[in-house]
């Protein structure tokens, strides 16, 4: 039996101060959101971003779920998401976040089982780019 996607949270690790605008701009759209944290890497070397990256996830303890959003694969956002969900349970990760992939995230998060979510999510971000 699938669960949906109720008491799902997620952490968006990113460079600069992308995960707050990003968040900026779903507050916009869509209104206030609860059960996110943003984390950037300024001034952080990789022991001290998944330091950040875990306090985060701690402070949505309440949730069943964490998604955690990086902004580019490879970077050091990723390594260190990869390094906190290699030995996690309940966390998961979706790379090359985008606008869409929040708000897909956003809008269907309690309406849909999470494998789902995840995958309608990750086809949001890249349906969103095109070349014209």
Same mark, same amino acid.
């Given at each position: 039996m699938t669960k949906l996607g109720r008491g799902i949270g997620c952490v968006i690790v990113a460079h600069g101060e992308v995960g707050e605008g990003l968040m900026g701009?779903?507050?916009g759209i869509l209104g206030t959101q609860s059960g996110?944290?943003?984390?950037? /890497?300024?001034?952080?070397? !990789?022991p001290e971003l998944e330091t950040a990256v875990r306090?985060?996830?701690k402070e949505l303890a309440g949730m069943r779920m964490v998604v955690l959003f990086t902004d580019m694969p490879g970077g050091s956002c990723h390594h260190a998401c990869r390094n906190i969900i290699r030995n996690s349970e309940g966390i998961r990760m979706l790379t090359g976040? /985008?606008?869409?992939?929040? !708000?897909?995230?956003?809008v269907k998060r309690e309406r849909v089982p999470i494998e789902e979510l995840l995958s309608l999510v990750q086809e949001r971000g890249k349906d969103s780019v095109r070349l014209s």
């Open positions: 701009a779903v507050r996110w944290r943003a984390v950037t /890497n300024t001034g952080l070397g !990789l306090t985060a996830i976040l /985008n606008l869409m992939m929040l !708000l897909e995230f956003f």
